[in-house]
Structures are given as structure tokens and as C-alpha cells.
Nanobody, 122 residues
Framework: QVQLVESGGGLVQAGGSLRLSCTASGRTFSSGAMGWFRQAPGKDGDFVAWWSGGSTDYAGSVKGRFTISRDNAKNTVYLQMNSLKPEDTAVYRC?????????????????WGQGTQVTVSS
């Protein structure tokens, strides 16, 4: 019933920008949360950002460069990524859950998108 569809990944040069989108269908998650996680080649997945009821939080490595936002009418969450660095290269996945606790912990999310590749060249 629930599906998350991501888009917006691509190849950019260091210092450039990308905007990722994730649209949820089947549920609004208005009482829960949506977030972004990423996994670089050969590394474990990492928390990037979450949105919950208008509150947001970010990993220290992206704070000040990335912005998460939500369009409630479209049931879509966005990740605006500026000043991209090669170390930001990863598969980015959006996730959603119905609770508002442990929002930076990946395994607590029950719904996931398919992932979109972001590659930043030097």
C-alpha cells in the first residue's frame, strides 16, 4: 500500500548542487517522520536528515550545506544539497515511519525508497 519514489540524483562537479525528491503514496506520515540516508561504496549507511512535524535535524557532515523540506500538499519531501563534495557521493534513500522517536536510526524506519545515485566529481 505504501510506496516511496525518489528522483533527482545525478553527476555533478564539486561545489555544485542537486535537489532530491521523494514522493510517498498510500500514507501521509503526517504524525510520523520522513528522512534521508546514504550509503557510499564500501561503507555502512549513514543518517543524513529527517523531517517530522516541521522539525528537522541533520548529520554534522551535511549541516549548513543540505536542507530538508516537505510539501504537505504533494506528500513529498525534498533534500536540497549545496556545496557538494566528493565524499557526498553515495546512493541516497528516503525513508518514512509512523513514530517520532529515534529519527536518526535507520532500522526504525519501516518504508524505504529504491535509492538514487549521487556522484560528485573533483
Amino acid at each position: 500500500q505504501v510506496q516511496l519514489v525518489e528522483s533527482g540524483g545525478g553527476l555533478v562537479q564539486a561545489g555544485g548542487s542537486l535537489r532530491l525528491s521523494c514522493t510517498a503514496s498510500g500514507r501521509t506520515f503526517s504524525s510520523g517522520a520522513m528522512g534521508w540516508f546514504r550509503q557510499a561504496p564500501g561503507k555502512d549507511g549513514d543518517f543524513v536528515a529527517w523531517w517530522s512535524g516541521g522539525s528537522t535535524d541533520y548529520a554534522g557532515s551535511v549541516k549548513g550545506r543540505f536542507t530538508i523540506s516537505r510539501d504537505n500538499a504533494k506528500n513529498t519531501v525534498y533534500l536540497q544539497m549545496n556545496s557538494l563534495k566528493p565524499e557526498d557521493t553515495a546512493v541516497y534513500r528516503c525513508a518514512a515511519k509512523s513514530s517520532r522517536t529515534s529519527l536518526d536510526v535507520a532500522w526504525t524506519y519501516g518504508y524505504w525508497g529504491q535509492g538514487t545515485q549521487v556522484t560528485v566529481s573533483s
